[in-house]
């Protein structure tokens, strides 16, 4: 195969499959996807249902089977899984690494999991999937693998390259030698690089760097990937609290995971409360967009209430409705804009942390800019272009300066609250605060517009 | 240095530091330096200005320093770079890779740019880096780095290891040696690996891997990041298009392209118009927020006058003013969420894109769900909380209905057009398309409004 000749993934194969399935013309599919890469099999098996897929996985060698289900993503991991029985998910687990095994594993019901690691055959693989097992899915631990190449301190360079003589089936891919005492302890790493340019008989004590960054197996995957990004590394060493070395991390998990992070932000700052994908049915898309809708409601209700309260005031100078949008849209504007500063400075984490007060400060001054300028702005326009009402002109310039500071107020504590609390900060610039800073800026143009008017 | 222990950077450490800078004291900078990851420096000089970091940088390792100014971000880099004449900065291009001595040039003026390359000693770097300071930035061309190992697929495994070793100091990371052809053309690459565990009179022909993955030049970074994370690969070779070998990208500057984008797209979704970190001066801050301020205030402006037209209806039936909010406030929810899901299946790029009207269609078909539901609730609500007007409850839950479907349609629509000119459709979520979104909604009720009641 060329090297720039990658699977054609056209619809008119997609096209041909289906029929290939339908018609049970198993050679079609064994042909085409012969050297296929499985990344690819599995992009092209995602537009098919379960049931197809079994069909077309159950043709094809069971490395690369297995390959293709660990490649899915969870949902449609999740439900290709319920196509196969134990047995054959314990035979794809034997293809692939420790924590692919485990994260296939507890997309299985309890039970379910149960039977597929009593029928795996490799007992080493077993225990090593069952420490996984163990860790949060989302913690350091849970992210490893069990797979890598460690050598004893007191080794020469010969017996590194014959360990990895003997793992290399184990192992796809070394980047680095991991160095430990005789009690397991990480010591620091030697580079594949430098095994090959070093005498066969230097011991390993000689030619290791002693000086690398490692993780422990508690560590959140937020903070393991920022550790891998700040010092450009494709895998890192994983330790327990007494410092012995358990497993390795390597980048491309954590690439999977700075993706994940940076959707699920996204949903949560557009006011969608599942994980849904654009080819989600009908009836999940629906779903996953109404609690916000709701709550958006809700506060729209609640909206019409307070204005109720008002309603004399509105019949006499019917003009401050006007500006009822007005404030309202500035104060989201400006809590968000807020907010969305303070959780990108959570997300790059540095240890040099305003403290709060300092920030809230810092928010405040931009505030009393930009609600200067806003005011200014609306004073004019207001009077010039809606109402010649001078008294109406102070009352809604008045009210979007003391919205712009509020909204700035809570934008920033809002996300550092969260953050305290161990809730996702982004949560912030979605629909719940959104909606209450709404109320907030309208009660507040009632309120000067009761006082002032 | 023990493997765990992390260079200390506390504010303790900052305060000293600043001392020493301040009293001359470069024992104390040297000694509490020694040793430190360049990344660890670099986010202690990211507190400090130019000319602070500029003392301590001249007192450390020219490599040391190269690698600190290569680890900052663009703007800081920016700034400490005008502290250094055309010839330190030569220095320290001389330590980095051709990709990372590019990016620097590229912070430089033009004319500043010319003196610092007339000044580079070596010349295979220069012509290198004038190779790729051709390159978009943001292509694989821009990101690319000159360095890696390459072999002629008619070498032995010995040959092969003696360029290797030839290059050692010049290519940081070895994942593979690629392989290519008397002509340059890319055939496969060898694992180190497999060099590491082959016989050493082996052929390269008999044992690298030709079915791999590359990129060419032109590409975009994010189809880059989309392959490389497809694929897992820790680097990808870059290919010109007659398929000749020229670079090479490696993973750690694609989760840097993912971070940005991601970065980007939240500024652009929560209406923050530059690039701007939370420890950014007042003025920078405030500016960066005030052109969707601005926006929004022309939008609720706009609001205004529109209602002012309907000075008399608000008169006489008061309550039609109490649910502006609501009806302002669902559509634009209704399209940011309708747009988000756009954006992150474009993000996600396959070959199998539904076409736009089956997309429309979807979209149309879970606003119908949504709008019903929605509709009830507030044709229920609004009759029983507000105002008990059988006729306003028709209009508001009509104009709900109407404007759910019409934010979604324009939700849908707007990212892929905006991605069809090439503009980023994250865009769609931000602040000029949402305040757009609220007037058509304001439009829509007061339309129906006048219709219906």
Same mark, same amino acid.
């Given at each position: 195969?060329?090297?720039?000749?990658?699977?054609?993934?056209?619809?008119?194969?997609?096209?041909?499959?289906?029929?290939?399935?339908?018609?049970?013309? *198993?050679?079609?599919?064994?042909? @085409?996807?012969?050297?296929?890469?499985?990344?690819?099999?599995?992009?092209?098996?995602?537009?098919?249902?379960?049931?197809?897929?079994?069909?077309?996985? =159950?043709?094809?060698?069971?490395?690369?089977?297995?390959?293709?289900?660990?490649?899915?993503?969870?949902?449609?991991? *999740?439900?290709?899984?319920?196509?196969? =029985?134990?047995?054959?998910?314990? *035979?794809?687990? =034997?293809?692939?690494?420790?924590?692919?095994?485990?994260?296939?594993?507890?997309?299985?019901?309890?039970?379910?999991?149960?039977?597929?690691?009593?029928?795996?055959?490799?007992?080493?693989?077993?225990?090593?999937?069952?420490?996984?097992?163990?860790?949060?899915?989302?913690?350091?631990?849970?992210?490893?693998? *069990?797979?890598?190449?460690?050598?004893?301190?007191?080794?020469?360079?010969?017996?590194?390259?014959?360990?990895? !003589?003997?793992? $290399?089936?184990?192992?796809?891919?070394?980047?680095?030698?991991?160095?430990?005492?005789?009690?397991?302890?990480?010591?620091? #790493?030697?580079?594949?690089?430098?095994?090959?340019?070093?005498?066969?008989?230097?011991?390993?004590?000689?030619?290791?760097?002693?000086?690398?960054?490692?993780?422990?197996?508690?560590?959140?995957?937020?903070?393991?990937?920022?550790?891998? !990004?700040?010092?450009?590394?494709?895998?890192?060493?994983?330790?327990?609290?007494?410092?012995?070395?358990?497993?390795?991390?390597?980048?491309?998990?954590?690439?999977?995971?700075?993706?994940?992070? &940076?959707?699920?932000? #996204?949903?949560?700052?557009?006011?969608?409360?599942?994980?849904?994908?654009?080819?989600?049915?009908?009836?999940?898309? &629906?779903?996953?967009?109404?609690?916000?809708?709701?709550?958006?409601?809700?506060?729209?209700?609640?909206?019409?209430?307070?204005?109720?309260?008002?309603?004399? $005031?509105?019949?006499?100078?019917?003009?401050?409705?006007?500006?009822?949008?007005?404030?309202?849209?500035?104060?989201?504007?400006?809590?968000?804009?807020?907010?969305?500063?303070?959780?990108?400075?959570?997300?790059?984490?540095?240890?040099?942390?305003?403290?709060?007060?300092?920030?809230?400060?810092?928010?405040?001054?931009?505030?009393?800019?930009?609600?200067?300028?806003?005011?200014?702005?609306?004073?004019?326009?207001?009077?010039?272009?809606?109402?010649?009402?001078? !008294?109406?002109?102070?009352?809604?310039?008045?009210?979007?300066?003391?919205?712009?500071?509020?909204?700035?107020?809570?934008? @920033?504590?809002?996300?550092?609250?969260?953050?305290?609390?161990?809730?996702?900060?982004?949560? &912030?610039?979605?629909?719940?605060?959104? @909606?209450?800073?709404?109320?907030?800026?309208?009660?507040?143009?009632?309120?000067?517009?009761?006082?002032?008017?």
């Amino acid at each position: 195969m060329d090297v720039n000749a990658q699977f054609e993934l056209s619809k008119e194969y997609l096209e041909k499959l289906k029929n290939a399935i339908d018609g049970d013309d *198993k050679d079609f599919i064994k042909t @085409t996807m012969d050297g296929v890469n499985h990344a690819d099999i599995s992009s092209v098996l995602e537009e098919f249902n379960s049931a197809d897929s079994k069909f077309v996985i =159950d043709l094809l060698d069971v490395e690369v089977g297995a390959n293709i289900i660990s490649d899915l993503d969870d949902d449609t991991q *999740k439900s290709f899984l319920k196509e196969f =029985d134990s047995v054959e998910i314990a *035979k794809f687990i =034997d293809y692939l690494d420790s924590d692919d095994s485990a994260d296939i594993l507890n997309e299985l019901p309890l039970k379910a999991r149960q039977e597929v690691i009593s029928k795996i055959e490799n007992q080493e693989k077993t225990a090593n999937i069952l420490e996984l097992l163990r860790y949060e899915e989302d913690s350091a631990g849970g992210l490893m693998a *069990k797979e890598m190449i460690r050598a004893n301190i007191n080794w020469t360079v010969v017996q590194c390259i014959e360990e990895i !003589r003997r793992q $290399a089936g184990n192992v796809q891919k070394i980047y680095s030698v991991y160095v430990v005492d005789n009690k397991d302890k990480l010591l620091g #790493r030697v580079s594949l690089k430098r095994i090959i340019l070093a005498d066969d008989n230097k011991k390993i004590a000689d030619i290791y760097e002693d000086d690398i960054a490692s993780v422990e197996t508690f560590m959140d995957e937020e903070e393991v990937a920022s550790i891998m !990004r700040k010092y450009d590394l494709e895998a890192v060493p994983v330790v327990n609290v007494h410092g012995k070395l358990v497993g390795r991390i390597t980048i491309d998990d954590i690439v999977d995971v700075i993706t994940e992070l &940076a959707e699920q932000e #996204r949903q949560l700052m557009s006011g969608i409360s599942e994980d849904v994908e654009e080819d989600d049915s009908l009836w999940v898309s &629906a779903r996953a967009r109404l609690p916000w809708l709701v709550i958006g409601l809700a506060g729209g209700i609640l909206a019409a209430k307070v204005m109720g309260f008002f309603e004399e $005031a509105i019949k006499s100078v019917t003009a401050m409705a006007f500006f009822v949008p007005l404030i309202m849209a500035t104060g989201g504007n400006v809590g968000i804009q807020s907010s969305s500063i303070i959780v990108q400075s959570l997300a790059n984490k540095s240890v040099f942390e305003e403290n709060t007060f300092k920030r809230l400060l810092k928010a405040l001054l931009v505030a009393i800019i930009n609600g200067a300028v806003l005011g200014a702005v609306v004073f004019i326009t207001s009077y010039l272009l809606i109402d010649n009402d001078i !008294r109406l002109a102070i009352v809604v310039s008045t009210s979007l300066v003391s919205v712009v500071l509020l909204a700035s107020f809570t934008g @920033t504590l809002t996300p550092l609250v969260l953050d305290k609390m161990g809730i996702n900060p982004a949560l &912030a610039s979605g629909p719940f605060i959104t @909606t209450a800073n709404d109320l907030l800026g309208l009660g507040v143009y009632f309120i000067i517009f009761y006082v002032l008017y």
